[in-house]
């Protein structure tokens, strides 16, 4: 069990570029989680999907910010127009079930100029 | 919104010493996870609790069960090993869904 795999492990963009970052969950989990975390506001949650299905975007930016998962094997979080602001670690977490634990993956630091 | 509150920030202990973290919420948590986040920024998780106490090794927790309200880590005969930053998080459930909440952290230096 290879636990959740994240990609890319660093990412660096230009102010205005846009960011696609992707994660793999341990195979057989049905929840799927977003989280950042920063220096200034420490972890924090984005979203989470569930069978693939969107449940909870309530941390996300409301805008720029938008995840999917198009099938049971990988979710990604865009970001458009990559301000300063989206510099942070970007983890992706899976659990086999909701409510069970959650298994983190080891994050995208994204950095942007 | 529901709130995560961990003590201490910065812990600093001898080799061999115990001490423990410990977590507040604001509101009834449904469970509580404690992790260590390593040099590399990978959080490993140590205990994933709905209710009671588990132990591995010269680590314990305990989640209240009675209120729901706060979770300790316990660290016994600490070592150099140990140093790192923790974290609890906690799920409320319910309305609040299954996100977690995590506290601000520990960040645990072990000395010689």
């Known amino acids: 069990n290879a636990g959740v795999i994240q990609t890319p492990r660093h990412k660096v963009t230009g102010k205005g570029q846009e960011a696609t970052l992707w994660c793999e969950p341990i195979s057989g989990h049905s929840a799927v989680f977003w989280y950042r975390q920063t220096i200034v506001q420490g972890l924090e949650f984005l979203t989470y999907f569930r069978n693939q299905a969107p449940i909870d975007d309530s941390g996300m930016p409301k805008e720029r910010f938008s995840a999917q998962m198009p099938n049971q094997s990988h979710s990604t979080l865009k970001i458009q127009s990559t301000q300063p602001q989206d510099s942070a670690v970007y983890l992706c977490?899976?659990?086999?079930?909701?409510?069970?634990?959650?298994?983190f993956g080891p994050g995208t630091r994204l950095t942007v100029l | 919104g529901d709130q995560v509150e961990q003590s201490p920030s910065a812990l600093s202990l001898h080799e061999g010493t115990d001490s423990a973290l410990r977590c507040n919420f604001t509101t009834t948590m449904r469970s509580v996870q404690w992790f260590r986040q390593n040099s590399r920024g990978s959080l490993i998780s140590l205990f994933y609790l709905a209710s009671g106490t588990k132990e591995n090794g010269r680590l314990k927790s305990a989640f209240d069960s009675k209120e729901r309200r706060y979770s300790t880590l316990h660290i016994r005969d600490a070592q150099l090993e140990d140093s790192g930053t923790y974290f609890c998080?906690?799920?409320?459930?319910?309305?609040?869904?299954?996100?977690?909440?995590f506290g601000t952290g520990t960040l645990l230096s072990v000395k010689p």
């Open positions: 977490a899976s659990s086999l079930a909701l409510g069970a634990e959650q298994f």
């Open positions: 998080a906690a799920e409320a459930g319910g309305g609040s869904g299954n996100k977690l909440i």
